[in-house]
Structures are given as C-alpha cells and as structure tokens.
T-cell receptor, first 116, second 115 residues
Framework: EDQVTQSPEALRLQEGESSSLNCSYTVSGLRGLFWYRQDPGKGPEFLFTLYSAGEEKEKERLKATLTKKESFLHITAPKPEDSATYLCAVQALLPGTQGGSEKLVFGKGTKLTVNP | KAGVTQTPRYLIKTRGQQVTLSCSPISGHRSVSWYQQTPGQGLQFLFEYFSETQRNKGNFPGRFSGRQFSNSRSEMNVSTLELGDSALYLC??????????????FGQGTRLTVV
C-alpha cells in the first residue's frame, strides 16, 4: 500500500532559523511528488513538483529535494509569514486502470510556526 | 485566470440528511478529484472524474458519490449524513493527470458540519 510519512508533526522556529521538513514515501510506480502549503481553513496551495531522484526546485526561501525514498523541504531564514502546514503528496500509478488514472496520497503534514 | 471554485464554503446539516457540493475546475482542466480532510486522517482521496467518467474511487462507503458534467464541473453527493462526515471537502483540478508530475490545484474547500 502506498504510504507517505512526514516528520516532524510540528516544528517551531525562530525567525531566521533555517530547518528542514522530511517526507518519506513507499509507492510503486512514482509519477510525481508534490509539496503544498496549507493555511488554516483554506485549500492546499501548490508549491513544487519533483519526479526524478536528484531533482531540486527553489522558490524564495523554500527548496525541495528528492531522493528515491524521501523528499526534503528546506526553509532558509524563515519569516513569520511562512507559518503554515506543509503537505507532501505522491502521485502513483494505480494498477489495473486505463489511461494512467492516478490519485494523490498525502502525508499528515508538518505544522510550521515561525516566531518573530 | 480563475482558480478552482467550490460552493458553498460552509454547510451545516443534520444527521440523516443528504448534501451536494459543487466544484468548478480551472478553465481547460478536464480532471477533477475530491478529497476529504479531517484532523485525524488528513487528506483522503474520494474519487476522480475525467471527461465525465469516474476513473478512480477511494475507500469510502457508497453514500459518497459524484458526477462530472460536460463542462467539467463536478458535484459530490453524500447521502444519509453521519456525524463522522464532518470535514473539509476539497476539490482539485488538473489538466492531464496521465502526464507524470502534472500538478493538481485545489479549491478553498467546503466545510461540512453534521449535527
């Protein structure tokens, strides 16, 4: 069964204190790994797509990396506005489907709080 | 470019009732997926529609159903509501999920409370 595990569940940082969030996964036929940011009461906001081991993507203070078994979301010099829940999801090819139909399997998320 | 629109944003229903949620995907997107989000279980896949056909279904009871119209808009229906159905229901649209790495864009969700 496809699984995604994120750690830590919660993380408190001081403004400017860099850190990393982890997403480990087990999936057959990985077709993509996604990072989303979710603010309370809102839908997830797309951040990055990764689908090759060794791939890296950056956006402002965020950098996502991918290996064969896990992905990291590095946050450099975070600011209070980076406080949110960060979700990792994998896109796996479902066996026995037609046309490559797929779904996203999500981790439980990491709740990040950045204090000023 | 308009994003994914979900209506209504909030709903309060009584146990035993049924409810219909609506989702309008991004223009040009043909795939719509539905997810249930609860504090304990996180985001869980309900089903996916592509060109008016349900292609995938998650592990939810038959009380949960959906459909997609020719303009790609989708509706989700939950019959005989239970207290445990209280959740944030999210809709995601994508252009072509058969292409690896195609991102899905989410709406703001419908917060359903069953009392």
């Amino acid at each position: 069964e496809d699984q995604v595990t994120q750690s830590p569940e919660a993380l408190r940082l001081q403004e400017g204190e860099s850190s990393s969030l982890n997403c480990s996964y087990t999936v057959s036929g990985l077709r993509g790994l996604f990072w989303y940011r979710q603010d309370p009461g809102k839908g997830p906001e797309f951040l990055f797509t990764l689908y090759s081991a060794g791939e890296e993507k950056e956006k402002e203070r965020l950098k996502a990396t991918l290996t064969k078994k896990e992905s990291f979301l590095h946050i450099t010099a975070p600011k209070p506005e980076d406080s949110a829940t960060y979700l990792c999801a994998v896109q796996a090819l479902l066996p026995g489907t037609q046309g490559g139909s797929e779904k996203l399997v999500f981790g439980k998320g990491t709740k990040l709080t950045v204090n000023p | 470019k308009a994003g994914v629109t979900q209506t209504p944003r909030y709903l309060i229903k009584t146990r035993g009732q049924q409810v219909t949620l609506s989702c309008s995907p991004i223009s040009g997107h043909r795939s719509v997926s539905w997810y249930q989000q609860t504090p304990g279980q996180g985001l869980q896949f309900l089903f996916e529609y592509f060109s008016e056909t349900q292609r995938n279904k998650g592990n939810f009871p038959g009380r949960f159903s959906g459909r997609q119209f020719s303009n790609s808009r989708s509706e989700m229906n939950v019959s005989t509501l239970e207290l445990g159905d209280s959740a944030l229901y999210l809709c995601a649209s994508s252009f072509d999920p058969t292409t690896p790495g195609t991102e899905a864009f989410f709406g703001q969700g419908t917060r359903l409370t069953v009392v």
